[in-house]
């Protein structure tokens, strides 16, 4: 059975740091592309972050460039997101994924001061 089990997240102040975590099973990981995406109340889901199989390729949102950082552990089947700067623009329901796969619960990232 796939899961993701995405945690890290919580109450930030602007301009603060979180690291979000994913722990993924029931699939081949290393074989695959992972995600972070995002939900704010009231909008899509968007993309925020990718990483290839084997971590040699990152792609970002414009809206995240230079202040977020994709990241994967293959030994542990493991994604992370390390974000810093954070605005209150990025609060949103975090989740990582597979293509293909179900969704998981996501984990909350609230910045407010």
């Known amino acids: 059975q796939v899961q993701f089990v995405e945690s890290g997240g919580g109450l930030v102040q602007p301009g603060g740091s979180l690291r979000l975590s994913c722990a993924a099973s029931?699939?081949?990981?290393?074989?695959?592309?992972m995600s972070w995406y995002r939900q704010a109340p009231g909008k899509e889901r968007e993309l925020v972050a990718a990483?290839?199989?084997?971590?040699?390729?990152?792609n970002y949102a414009d809206s995240v460039k230079g202040r977020f950082t994709i990241s994967r552990d293959n030994t542990k089947n493991m994604v992370y997101l390390q974000m810093n700067s954070l605005k209150p623009a990025d609060t949103a329901v975090y989740y990582c994924?597979?293509?293909?796969?179900?969704w998981g619960q996501g984990t909350q990232v609230t910045v407010s001061s």
């Open positions: 029931g699939f081949t990981f290393s074989s695959y592309t």
């Open positions: 990483i290839t199989s084997t971590g040699g390729v990152t």
């Open positions: 994924r597979a293509p293909g796969f179900i």
